[in-house]
C-alpha cells in the first residue's frame, strides 16, 4: 500500500520551499515547533520524528540537511527491498537529493519535487544515470517477472553490453527503449529481455504487462488448494504468467471466504470485489450465463463477470468460466496494460493499542498501521497522542462511554472498503476495544451486531505496552511472579462480581494492578479493596501509584498498603499492589519495587555450598 509521503522542515529558511513541495504532493508540511512558522503540524525533535515515520513506511522528505535524515534513519537500515524512500531537499530548493530508496520510487518522486521547484534531482543510482531507468523498478501496470536476474542483466549493460528485446517489445519501448540495442549479429555482451504475459524462459530478464484480471468464484468454505489449482491450471494452460494478473475480483459476500484470500497472497496480487449489480450489468458479455448463479447470489455469472469488470470495458474474455467441483475462474484481457484497480478492497480495521502515550512506547507495527489507514477512529485524547502520525488524515472521535457506538462505526467504515484503525491506549485487547469488535462480530446482525459486510472485513489486532507494563517497567519488576489485573469499574462487571475476585487475588497473594480504580463517582471499591488486602498481606506491602505514564506530567509514587489513601488516586493512575513476598530495593536514585520469584534459595544456596534443585 503506497503512503503519502511526510514533508518535513527543520528550519524556517527552508518553510517555503517545504510549502511548495506539499502542495505539489497534495500533503501536509510538517514544522519544528518555535523554528517554523505557517506549518500545518509540528514536531519537537526532528530525528526522534523522521525516524517514527521511517519505520511507520512512510516516505520521508526533508527540507534540511542531508545529514539530519541520515542520522535518523541509519540505525533503523535493514532491507533496501523494504524501505520506504527518504528524500533531502536543499534549503533553496536547486537541489532534491534522493537518499534512499531510489528503487522504491525515490528517484522518481525526486524528480517530480524538481520539477515542481525548477531545481534539480540528484540521482546517483547507476542504470538512471547511465542508462535513464533501473530494470527492478519497472513503469505502473508492468512487473518484474524475474527479479533475480535483473542485478546481473544492469551491470552487463552498465559494462558496455547490449539488449535483445523479445515479445511485445513495442508495448515497453516507451520504458525500455532508451537500452542499447543489439544488432544480429552483435559482438557484445547480449542481454536477453522478453516483454510477455507468457512464463519467463530461463536466463531472460521478463516483464510481465498486466492485462489480465482474474475472476473466480466459489462455494462456501471450498478448500484453498482445491481455487488455487484450478486458478494455476487454467493460467498454465493459457500461457499466461502470474506476474501478468493484475488482481484477483471476486463478488462482495466472498470477501472473507479464505480460499480466495489466500489465492490473492499466493499469487502476490490484491484482491477486489464487486456487488452482484455490478457483475448483472455485464451480463450481457458473458459466455457461459447462469440462472442458478442468479437465483443463488443475484448476477449470472461470479467469475466472468468479475473478470470482465476488473478489466474494464474494453476487456474481452481470454478464457471463459472454467469449474471444478467447488471453484470456478476466468480471465479477462485488455489490449495494453491494466489502469487503476477497479472494485473495492475487502476492508481491514486495524486494532491497535498506542501504549500510555509517548511515541517511544509505540511499536513500530502499530504505527504502520496508523500510517496505512485511510481513517483514525476512538477517544479523541488517544488520537491526539498520535501527534504527527495523524496529522492529515480522516478521524472520528468518540467521547468516552461511546464504546460501543465507537467499535460499531469502525466495523462499518471497513465494511465499505476502507482501512479504518480503532485507536486504543495501552493494549487493545487489555480492558480496551478489542473484545467489543469481537463480541459484535460474533452477533447476529439482527441480535445487536454489525452489518454481513462489516463481518467481513479482516480484523488486525496489533499488541501495545499495557499500562501494567509501563508501571512496571517504571517501578522495577514487580510483575517477577504471578500476578493478575482487575478492573474495578462496576460500570459493565457487577459490584459483587468484583470484590469475588478481589478476595480469590487477595487468598492467591498475587501481585495485582487495579485499573480503572476510581472515577467522579465511584470512590469506595479501592477502598473495600485495600481493606480484603490487608486480610491477606502485611500492612508495609509496597504499592505504586503511576499516573499519565508516558505523558506530561508523568508522577510514579510509592505507598504503603495501610497508607494507601483514595484520594490520591484518579481515573489516569495505574495501581500496582505488591504480594507478600513484594519489596522496595533501596537504591541511590530512590526505591525500585520488585517481586522476587524464588532465586534468593539457590544464591543463598551457591553462598552456603548447598546445591538447589532446580
Known amino acids: 500500500m503506497a503512503l503519502d509521503p511526510v514533508v518535513m522542515a527543520v528550519s524556517g529558511s527552508g ?57 535518523a534513519v541509519a540505525p533503523m537500515l535493514a532491507d533496501k527491498r523494504a524501505e520506504p524512500p527518504v528524500i533531502a531537499v536543499s534549503d533553496d530548493g536547486a537541489v532534491v537529493v534522493p537518499l534512499l530508496g ?3 520510487g525515490a528517484n522518481r518522486l525526486a524528480q517530480r519535487i524538481a520539477a515542481a521547484l525548477g531545481g534539480r534531482a540528484a540521482v546517483t543510482t547507476a542504470g538512471e544515470v547511465s542508462l535513464g531507468l533501473s530494470l527492478d523498478e519497472p513503469p505502473e501496470g508492468w512487473v518484474l517477472g524475474t527479479p533475480d536476474l535483473a542485478r546481473d542483466a544492469m551491470a552487463r549493460l552498465l559494462a558496455g553490453g547490449a539488449a535483445r528485446i523479445g515479445g511485445d517489445a513495442a508495448a515497453a519501448a516507451d520504458w525500455l527503449g532508451a537500452l542499447p540495442r543489439a544488432g544480429a549479429e552483435d559482438a557484445r555482451d547480449v542481454v536477453e529481455i522478453a516483454a510477455t504475459v507468457a512464463p519467463p524462459e530461463d536466463g531472460v530478464l521478463t516483464f510481465h504487462p498486466q492485462r489480465v484480471a482474474l475472476g473466480v468464484g466459489c462455494s462456501r468454505d471450498c478448500p484453498p488448494a482445491e481455487l488455487e489449482a ?47 449489480a455490478e457483475l448483472e450489468a455485464v451480463a450481457d458479455r458473458l459466455e457461459t450465463p447462469s440462472e442458478v448463479v442468479f437465483a443463488e447470489v443475484g448476477c449470472h455469472g461470479v467469475a466472468e463477470g468479475a ?52 511515541a517511544a512506547w509505540r511499536t513500530p507495527e502499530v504505527s504502520r498501521l496508523v500510517s496505512e489507514a485511510e481513517e483514525l477512529v476512538g477517544y479523541g485524547l488517544y488520537i491526539d497522542l498520535l501527534g504527527p502520525l495523524a496529522a492529515g488524515k480522516a478521524r472520528s472521535d468518540f467521547p468516552l462511554g461511546g464504546e ?33 469488535v469481537f463480541e459484535l462480530l460474533d452477533r447476529a446482525e439482527d441480535a445487536g451486531g454489525v452489518s454481513a459486510a462489516a463481518r467481513r472485513v479482516e480484523v488486525v489486532c ?14 522495577g519488576a514487580p510483575l517477577g511472579h504471578d500476578f493478575c489485573a482487575i478492573s474495578l469499574s462496576d460500570l459493565l462487571t457487577p459490584r459483587e462480581d468484583i470484590l469475588r475476585r478481589l478476595r480469590a487475588a487477595a487468598e492467591g497473594d498475587f501481585v495485582i494492578a487495579f485499573y480503572n480504580p476510581v472515577s467522579k463517582t465511584r470512590r469506595t471499591l479501592l477502598a473495600e479493596a485495600r481493606d480484603i488486602l490487608l486480610d491477606h498481606r502485611p500492612g508495609d506491602t509496597p504499592v505504586m501509584l503511576a499516573t499519565n505514564l508516558g505523558r506530561e506530567g508523568e508522577s510514579l509514587r510509592y505507598r504503603r498498603l495501610d497508607a494507601l ?19 522496595l530495593a533501596m537504591l541511590g536514585e530512590g526505591p525500585r519495587m520488585f517481586t522476587p520469584r524464588g532465586y534468593a534459595r539457590r544464591i543463598d544456596g551457591d553462598l552456603s555450598g548447598t546445591a538447589v534443585s532446580k
Do not use: W
Not at 497534495?26 to 515547533?33: E, N, Y
Not at 494452460?237 to 475480483?249: E, L, Q, S, Y
Open 404 to 436: 460501543e457506538a465507537r467499535c460499531r462505526y469502525a466495523l462499518e467504515r471497513a465494511g465499505e472498503g476502507r482501512d479504518v484503525a480503532l485507536v486504543c491506549s495501552g493494549d487493545a485487547g487489555i480492558y480496551a476495544m478489542g473484545a467489543l
Open 307 to 358: 473478470a470482465l469488470c476488473g478489466a474494464g470495458p474494453e476487456a474481452v474474455l481470454s478464457a471463459p468460466k472454467r469449474k471444478t467441483a467447488h471453484a470456478t475462474c476466468a480471465l479477462a484481457r485488455v489490449p495494453g496494460v491494466i489502469g487503476a484497480l477497479r472494485g473495492r478492497a475487502r476492508g481491514r480495521l486495524s486494532v491497535v493499542g498506542i501504549g500510555p502515550g509517548q
Open 565 to 583: 489513601e483514595v484520594d490520591e488516586v484518579d481515573m489516569l493512575t495505574v495501581v500496582l499492589v505488591g504480594s507478600s513476598n513484594s519489596r
Open 102 to 104: 531510489g528503487h522504491r
Open 462 to 475: 496489533s499488541p501495545g505496552v499495557s499500562a501494567l507494563q509501563g508501571a512496571a517497567a517504571r517501578a
Open 15 to 71: 518553510a517555503a520551499v517545504a510549502r511548495r513541495v506539499a502542495d505539489a504532493l497534495g500533503v501536509p508540511v510538517f514544522g519544528r515547533a518555535g523554528r517554523v512558522g505557517g506549518a500545518d503540524d509540528s514536531f519537537p525533535d526532528a530525528l526522534v520524528f523522521a525516524r517514527e515515520c521511517f519505520a511507520a513506511g512512510r516516505p520521508v522528505i526533508g527540507v534540511c540537511a542531508s545529514g539530519i535524515l541520515i542520522r
Open 230 to 276: 484450478l486458478v494455476r491450471e487454467v493460467l498454465a494452460v493459457d500461457g499466461i504468467a502470474p506476474g501478468a494478473v493484475k488482481a484477483v475480483f471476486t463478488i462482495d459476500v466472498k470477501a472473507d471466504e479464505p480460499a480466495v484470500i489466500g489465492l490473492a497472497a499466493s499469487l502476490g496480487v490484491p484482491l477486489r470485489v464487486f456487488p452482484a
